[in-house]
């Protein structure tokens, strides 16, 4: 049984490594984080920067045949490391669910998008077909898919990507988890639509008491809908804290080029701050601070030194020798 006060996620000293007969890509080195319930926590940073590794390995959906998984995962109580693949099965979609970057891949194309909706609520909750079908119909009501009862027995192809997001949205909705982890999943839609998954989202969150993991690489998608970000580069958090106190100080150079380079109102007639260089190569990191290449405050001391996380404030810490330093 879960310990009431146990944290709905624990993660400690997580590496994950895909290990190949030609080479080692180090995809995540060593993250630690808590989440509660309620509480939305977003992982942001470039591409390549480990996000995506780290979110499916909250489900061990990364190829268990290249990957090396290390250190603490714990899901609402349960070891997801030691976990078999029969209890892995039985977890996701019942306790942890996900939503994919976009779903004309992760849905299936020769099922109808209620059966799809309908064969979870049946392998987990072991419902008769014709509920199991009623509740499609609720879901696909609750993610606000117009005409729903006939969106039912509608292919994927037949939904346009806005309708498709929502009806993924309702499969990871189907057994109501207990956390919610979200890959990008509005990078591909229009600015109208993305606004509307977002808000939709956020409702449904608050409604159903899950704890949500949201990846991205959008500063104003984190602004939108997160608690707590953590800035993610060469497969590590270099900085975290609430979200408004570090969209307003951030305190890594490779947090403040993030906001530098981004476009917010006011900017007319103003040049965007671009970073310089391109991230690591993840098969050959070398020691010191991952960053220090492409940053203009680099020191001697961070081609050498890996940084360690220094707290500055309740619940805001960085990798950064300037902060370590300053201390």
């Not at 671009?274 to 690591?280: E, H, K, L, Q, V």
């Amino acid at each position: 049984m879960k310990n009431t006060n146990e944290p709905l996620v624990q993660v400690r000293d997580l590496k994950v490594r895909f290990v190949s007969k030609d080479t080692t890509v180090h995809a995540v080195n060593g993250i630690d984080f808590d989440l509660d319930s309620h509480e939305t926590l977003c992982v942001l940073g470039e591409s390549g920067s480990g996000k995506s590794v780290m979110l499916r390995s909250l489900m061990r959906l990364n190829p268990a045949n290249k990957t090396v998984i290390s250190g603490t995962l714990r899901v609402n109580g349960q070891d997801l490391v030691r976990a078999t693949e029969r209890q892995l099965s039985d977890l996701r979609g019942r306790v942890v669910s996900m939503i994919f970057q976009e779903p004309m891949t992760a849905l299936d194309p020769v099922f109808k998008i209620g059966r799809q909706i309908a064969e979870t609520i049946i392998r987990h909750e072991g419902t008769s077909r014709a509920e199991a079908d009623k509740r499609a119909l609720d879901l696909l009501e609750l993610v606000q898919i117009p005409s729903a009862k006939e969106r039912l027995n509608a292919y994927p192809f037949e939904m346009s990507g806005g309708l498709r997001q929502r009806a993924m949205i309702a499969i990871a909705l189907a057994c109501k988890p207990k956390l919610l982890l979200a890959d990008e999943p509005t990078t591909a839609l229009d600015a109208t639509v993305q606004i509307q998954i977002l808000l939709l989202l956020r409702k449904l969150q608050k409604e159903l008491g899950m704890g949500v993991i949201f990846v991205t690489h959008d500063l104003g998608v984190a602004g939108e809908i997160a608690d707590r970000i953590a800035v993610m580069y060469a497969g590590r958090f270099i900085e975290e804290g609430p979200t408004s106190a570090l969209m307003r100080s951030p305190l890594h150079p490779y947090t403040q080029g993030l906001l530098g380079a981004t476009v917010h109102p006011g900017m007319r007639g103003s040049r965007l701050i671009t970073i310089p260089g391109a991230p690591p190569n993840l098969e050959q990191l070398k020691e010191g601070c991952a960053f220090a290449p492409r940053c203009t405050k680099a020191q001697s001391i961070c081609l050498n030194q890996t940084p360690k996380a220094t707290q500055t404030s309740p619940g805001r810490s960085a990798r950064c020798v300037l902060l370590a330093n300053a201390a």
